[in-house]
């Protein structure tokens, strides 16, 4: 068994456009309305993969799901809506918001569970509308991706009393991605301006599903004042690789309680903390710096892969700067133009969903080398709209070409199971 991180991209699909959806996401709201551009979209995450299967790494991806929805327009007694309360059911109906798979599951690695199988749950999302319905199509992708039950276990989603966002509130530790980890499930206290979407009785029982030792798994409140200020996943404000974690000083409700059980769960483990004095929780938030991904490069050292708007703001600028010239793990910087899903929310971190597993052992079709890259762009180039406007959402001409768009991506990955 050779283990390696591998990161499946969600694809952003062809019928991505900006709904304004998601309440306590502020680049959600900020550009509900404005048009969406799926084809550069779809390049630009496309483009990430590139880069960071040319960085020596593992890369895969997931399908973008069936939209639009019209099983789920129909489950609403909807058929054409035609009042403005109905226009945000039929755009839920057409999110592509399955894009940001670190919403499609949790993950626990081989090596953290107790039948030393890679556990997936998917996550219910059920505090968005538009982001309840992905979950059943997602499992099913999840179950032919990682069909092969001797090395993974695929769960169905928490019962939807329980909010469950996935990877996005879940971070693990380890010596390196082959060794036991520690997992850090984070969640939110609801009551406060804007949703709490991570509940902790839904992290608890996803570890429970896993088969997680209690005295390796750690529950962390996340801190109010970070929801408060637009952090609606932890991922926004902080992210963890190996012994590293990169974190905003004001991620959590107790720092300083979760950094000594960190480190007395995980003895090797290093804390990046970005003080508030050098970022303002406003300014990472704005700028997406810990929505990155933190990689183990195949040279042994960490990389950053932060969006352009975290490198072009000068604060960060600045800290990222002094960081590179001290001494600490993360050595290098490699900013990534994922500019059309920014303006929904989802950075680096949000478009990938982070597996330790052996590449071996899952469905080759997930897997990207360059020529599949080029395969996928090559339709998405042919196929996907240039611009979408929010008043075409419901036009039946495009929802004909958004769904001849994914056939033909399917079946150019011979994924035809999915269609
Ligand atoms: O759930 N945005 C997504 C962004 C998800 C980001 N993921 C992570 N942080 N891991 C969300 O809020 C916006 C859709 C719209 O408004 O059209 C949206 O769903």
Known sequence: MRLVEINFDGLVGPSHNYAGLSLGNLASASHGGDPSYPRAAALQGLDKMRHNLALGLAQGWLAPLPRPNHAFLAALGLGEPADAAETRL????????????????????????????????????????????????????LRLAFADTAHFAVHDAVPACFGDEGAANHMRMAASHAAPGIEL?????????????????ASRAVARLHGLDPSRTLFI??????????????????????????????????????????????????IVEVPAAAVSLADAIRSYLFNAQLLSLPDGEMGLVIPTEAWDMP???????????????????????????????????????????DPATVDPRFLLDAARIDLLAGVVKHLWPEQIDPADL???????????ARAALLDAASLGELG
Do not use: K
């Open 90 to 141: 039929r755009a839920a109906a057409w999110s592509a918001s399955s894009m940001w798979t670190a919403n499609a599951a949790t993950v626990s690695p081989a090596p953290d569970t107790a039948d030393r199988r890679c556990h997936l749950t998917a996550a219910n999302l059920v505090t968005m509308p538009h982001r309840a319905q992905e979950w059943p199509e997602t499992v099913r992708q």
């Open 185 to 201: 499930f984070v969640y939110g206290r609801p009551g406060g301006r804007f949703p709490a979407r991570q509940h902790e009785q």
């Open 221 to 270: 409140e996340q801190s109010a004042e970070a929801i408060e200020a637009g952090a609606f996943h932890n991922d926004v404000v902080a992210v963890a690789n190996e012994r590293v974690l990169f974190t905003h000083e004001s991620a959590f409700a107790d720092p300083a309680g979760t950094y000594a059980a960190i480190r007395a769960a995980l003895p090797e483990a290093e």
């Open 315 to 357: 604060a960060v600028r600045g800290w990222l700067d002094a960081m590179l010239a001290s001494n600490g793990p993360i050595r290098r910087v490699l900013p990534v133009d994922v500019r059309q899903s920014m303006a929904n929310g989802g950075g680096p971190a949000c478009l990938r969903l982070r597996v330790v597993a």
């Open 394 to 404: 419901g036009r039946e001409s495009l929802a004909h070409s958004v769904r001849a």
